[in-house]
């Protein structure tokens, strides 16, 4: 009799490193889930969600998509061809460079929060799931079904590290949640895509105009949403839709063809940019539009401090305040004590010049300190300029500012005779105030843009980053790091009151309560600093994106009251712990949270 010594394979030795899909279904079957799944969900969209049109957007319609159901559709098409190519069909293989598995999962799971969430609104605010028409059932199991066959599509399961004996139960139970937790990764893991191919510069640059005309109609849909419950369906389908296109690698490749064309890039961002006041009807959103910009250029200015030499700066809010209050005491106000009224590009170097002087000033004896010593002393210098600007109404001290009230009545900008605070008819389209200043701030983020790119990469801009990577390294090589770090204070202070003399006259009032370390309405020090971060600290287009997030999604979600900035602060937090890097990293950062990340193919100083 022979006697069995070899050991029984376990499950675990069975399945780790090796392909297998996290539901257990065969791959031909999981393939046709996702795609037959992604198809009837698109199909649902054209049949009538709920009874009555009580539910905003009126989903009662048949053969006609209305609010939320588009945004369920374009979920569902996207996940249709991520689904086609992973059938290699000829011609969607270049949608996905690095694979359409993972871009699969992402679009399914994009498609099926959506509709879960729209199933559940309608069950919410009409009383009951009984209030759902065939397609809303139809919807919710079709996505569901198109999830269940991505995710059972096989993935390299990482092996599991080896427990030890002696652990607890505890230990123990955490060992293996970590496990559970790697394996999840993995399923929504890609590699790493095929390099660019090289196109003709003619098919490059129309692969740079489609990239920004659906950055354009991405922003303007988003921004235009007229409720609740649709802005947070567009959360879902963007923000994973998103994660779709960036699995599948076409994120990169774009990337990579823009970084050919710079240049054209870049100014056909902008142009992109000028057109979204025509693509609104009144006002509105160009009134969003215009203070995104201020905040957006205020950010990439302490981009300069914080991301290029490292200097964190909790008070940066007040260069912003010195350079509207300037402007402010000398544009023809009659709150102001001076009663001048100077020409706007006289009160832009006043504002500029005011907030450098006062960056000179602080940063002199302040910036010998490193770490939280110098964050401590800028956060003081916040404060200080906000109480300083209360007092002085003529009784706590001298009559400048006008105490609390600020100054007030700042008349309309009118340069060479173009009055912004009119109406004027354009190419058949009439611009309102607020578009008005909104070509005049793209003009100065145009500005602050040059400014920062150029510096960044002279001379002083490598010694901000030697300075930010390792201060002692630094000066030991010869860099003065007092004046090096002087003068980034200086540039990043007058650029932030560029943006003030600016924001003076499309607020009309300046007052105190305006500059705050922290609150729920931005522009802040604590929101500046945010945007910097959440962006991508030391690149362009990272603090633009992020400043546009941080102050159109909070004003997006005043319906949650009291709970806006606990569930905006929980937004961020979980960023941070999933992508500590910023939406659009410097390539430097992205290796030090990431050393696991392939080799760039194409080494850029402005980041992705």
Not at 134 to 159: C, D, E
Not at 166 to 180: Q, S
Not at 367 to 380: P, S
Not at 503 to 523: D, R
Request: proline residues 7%; neutral net charge.
């Amino acid at each position: 009799m022979t006697t069995q010594t070899t050991a029984p394979e376990t499950p675990a030795a069975r399945t780790a490193g090796t392909p297998s899909g996290l539901l257990p279904l065969p791959e031909k079957a999981a393939r046709a889930l996702a795609l037959g799944g992604s198809l009837l969900t698109a199909v649902s969209t054209f049949l009538a969600w709920t009874w009555t049109s009580a539910f905003p957007g009126d989903l009662t319609v048949y053969g006609y998509p209305g609010g939320l159901q588009v945004l369920v559709l374009i979920g569902a098409l996207l996940a249709t061809v991520y689904a086609l190519a992973s059938y290699g069909v000829p011609g969607l293989g270049a949608l996905a460079p690095a694979g359409p598995d993972a871009a699969l999962r992402f679009a399914t799971l994009a498609t099926f929060a959506t509709s879960l969430y729209t199933v559940l609104a309608i069950s919410t605010d009409l009383g009951g799931v009984v209030n759902l028409e065939p397609g809303g059932i139809l919807v919710a199991v079709a996505s569901l079904a198109a999830l269940a066959g991505a995710l059972a599509l096989p993935f390299q399961r990482p092996a599991p590290d080896p427990a030890d004996p002696d652990d607890t139960g505890w230990e123990k139970t955490r060992h293996g949640l970590a496990h559970k937790w790697t394996t999840t990764k993995a399923v929504f893991a890609a590699g790493p895509p095929r390099p660019a191919p090289a196109l003709p510069p003619y098919a490059e640059i129309l692969v740079i105009v489609a990239m920004l005309a659906l950055g354009l109609a991405v922003f303007t849909y988003g921004i235009g949403t007229e409720y609740d419950e649709l802005f947070i369906g567009f959360l879902l389908t963007a923000g994973l839709g998103f994660a779709a296109l960036t699995k599948a690698g076409l994120i990169a490749h774009v990337s990579q063809i823009a970084s050919r064309h710079t240049g054209i890039t870049t100014c056909g961002a902008f142009a992109a940019a000028a057109l979204f006041p025509f693509t609104q009807t009144n006002d509105q959103y160009a009134t969003l539009g215009v203070y995104i910009l201020i905040f957006a250029t205020v950010a990439l200015g302490l981009n300069i401090v914080v991301g290029l030499a490292g200097l964190l700066d909790l008070g940066y809010v007040a260069f912003l305040g010195v350079g509207a209050y300037a402007a402010a005491l000398v544009s023809g106000s009659p709150s102001s004590p001076f009663h001048v009224h100077f020409p706007f590009w006289a009160a832009v170097l006043v504002g500029a010049a005011a907030s450098l002087v006062f960056g000179v000033l602080i940063g002199a004896p302040t910036l010998r300190l490193r770490g939280d010593y110098l964050a401590i002393v800028t956060l003081g210098f916040g404060e200080i300029f906000r109480i300083t600007a209360n007092n002085l109404d003529g009784t706590s001290g001298p009559d400048l500012t006008n105490g609390s009230n600020g100054i007030s009545s700042i008349p309309n900008l009118d340069v060479l005779g173009f009055d912004f605070g009119a109406p004027h008819a354009m190419g058949g389209f009439t611009i309102g105030r607020f578009a008005n200043y909104f070509f005049l701030m793209l003009i100065i983020t145009a500005v602050v843009v040059l400014v920062f790119r150029r510096s960044g990469n002279s001379r002083i801009g490598r010694a901000w980053v030697a300075i930010r990577e390792d201060e002692t390294a630094a000066l030991a090589m010869g860099i003065n790091g007092f004046r090096v770090k002087l003068i980034a204070f200086a540039v990043g202070a007058s650029l932030a009151g560029l943006a003030g003399t600016v924001q003076a006259h499309v607020t009309y009032t300046v007052t105190p309560e305006q500059y705050l370390f922290a609150g729920p309405i931005p522009p802040n020090s604590a929101f500046l600093l945010a945007a910097v971060v959440l962006g991508g600290m030391g690149t362009i287009s990272g603090p633009l994106i992020g400043a546009a997030l941080l102050f159109l999604i909070p004003n997006k979600l005043q319906f949650l009251g009291n709970y806006q900035l606990f569930a905006f602060g929980l937004a961020l937090v979980l960023l941070m712990r999933f992508r500590p890097e910023g939406l659009i990293p410097n390539r430097r950062r992205q290796l030090e949270f990431h050393e696991e990340a392939p080799a760039p193919t194409l080494l850029t100083k402005a980041g992705a």
